[in-house]
C-alpha cells in the first residue's frame, strides 16, 4: 500500500533508501564477525576490571553514611552525656549514694527525678551512662538530650526506618537508648511526621450492614418523619414549624406537611387527615424521638406517649 494512502504510516517507510554502494562489506558474515569481535573485547575489559576489583582491600573502601544520617560512636555518646547537664547531675547523685551521702531532689528537673527514681538500674559503663534493667537484656545507653530527635529520625525515617509505626519505632530505640517520657517524644514525632500522614489509613467506625425491607404493595409500609426543630426552620403564618414527612415504602411516594408541634396527637392527626392512608398500613416506622408505634383499633395508628 502506498505511504499516502496508509493511515498509520510506518516510521521505517520515511527512510531515505540506501544506495548499494554504501552496504558493501557489511554482510551477514561481517556483522556477525563484527559482533564477536566486539563481544570478545568486552569480555576482555570485564576480565581486566575483575582482576583489579580483587587487589583492592578493604581499607580501599569507607562506608560514608549521608549528610542527614547522624552516626552515634561509644565517643560520641561519651562527649555529649559530659555535655547533659541532667546526666551530669545523675552521675553526681549516684556518686554520692555509693558514698551514702544524704541526697536532696528537691528542686531537681524532671528529668534528673525520673532516672534517679531508677538508680537501682542505672550503672556507669566504660564511662557511659547506662541502663541494666538485668540479665538477658542489652545495656541501653542514657540518651542526652541533644541527640533524642536525632536518634528519632534516624530510626523512624532514616535507613532501614521504613516509617514503621509507634510501637516498632519505639521497640527498635528501647534495644540501644533510653531516656525519660521516651514514649511521649517518639509519639510526638510520629504523630507530626508529613510522609506518614500522607499514607495513613483512615480508621473508620463499623457501620451495620443496609438490609432491603421488602413490600410488596402500596400503603403495606409507611415510614414518616419530623423535620425542623430548635427554630432550624421559620415559623409560617399558621404557626406552622415543622415539616412531617411521609414515605411510602413501595411506590416511593413522598409527602410532605406543614405541622406546628411533634407530639402524637399532632402527627396521628395530620397523617389521618392528610389523605395519604388509602388502607390501614401493615406497619409504619417511625423515626420521631420518643414516640412509639401502636395499633389501637383496625382504622387508625396511633402513636403512644409523646
Not at 547506662?130 to 523512624?156: E, K, M
Not at 425542623?228 to 411506590?251: C, E, M
Request: aromatic fraction near 6%.
Amino acid at each position: 500500500m502506498p505511504g499516502k494512502q496508509n493511515v498509520v504510516e510506518d516510521a521505517l517507510s520515511r527512510l531515505e533508501p540506501v544506495p548499494e554502494s554504501a552496504t558493501e562489506g557489511f554482510g551477514v558474515d561481517s556483522i556477525v564477525a563484527a559482533g564477536v569481535e566486539d563481544f570478545a573485547e568486552d569480555s576482555m575489559d570485564e576480565e581486566i576490571e575483575i582482576e583489579e576489583e580483587d587487589e583492592l582491600g578493604e581499607e580501599d573502601f569507607e562506608m560514608i553514611p549521608p549528610e542527614d544520617e547522624p552516626v552515634f560512636t561509644l565517643q560520641h555518646m561519651r562527649d555529649m552525656q559530659a555535655e547533659d547537664e541532667c546526666i551530669v547531675q545523675v552521675r553526681r547523685f549516684l556518686h554520692m549514694y555509693e558514698a551514702g551521702d544524704p541526697v536532696d531532689l528537691a528542686g531537681e528537673p524532671p528529668c534528673v527525678k525520673s532516672l534517679i527514681a531508677r538508680k537501682d538500674e542505672l550503672n556507669v559503663v566504660e564511662d557511659l551512662l547506662v541502663l541494666d534493667v538485668g540479665a538477658g537484656v542489652n545495656l541501653r545507653i542514657i540518651a542526652p538530650a541533644a541527640a533524642i530527635i536525632d536518634i528519632i529520625v534516624r530510626s523512624h525515617s532514616g535507613v532501614g526506618g521504613a516509617h514503621e509505626g509507634i510501637v516498632k519505632t519505639r521497640e527498635k530505640i528501647s534495644r540501644q537508648y533510653y531516656w525519660p517520657r521516651m514514649k511521649r517524644d517518639i509519639i510526638q514525632y510520629i504523630s507530626a511526621c508529613q510522609t506518614c500522614g500522607a499514607f495513613a489509613k483512615v480508621h473508620r467506625s463499623a457501620r451495620a450492614p443496609l438490609c432491603p425491607i421488602g413490600t410488596g404493595d402500596r400503603n403495606e409500609l409507611i415510614a414518616m418523619d419530623l423535620m425542623g426543630g430548635k427554630d432550624s426552620l421559620p415559623t409560617t403564618s399558621h404557626q406552622n414549624r415543622y415539616i412531617l414527612v411521609i414515605v411510602d415504602a413501595f411506590t416511593k411516594f413522598a409527602l410532605a406537611v406543614a405541622v406546628g408541634g411533634q407530639s402524637a396527637g399532632v402527627v396521628v392527626r395530620n397523617v389521618i387527615t392528610s389523605g395519604y392512608l388509602f388502607s390501614e398500613p401493615r406497619c409504619v416506622f417511625c423515626r420521631i424521638r420518643g414516640c412509639a408505634l401502636s395499633r389501637e383499633n383496625s382504622k387508625t395508628c396511633v402513636i403512644a406517649g409523646g
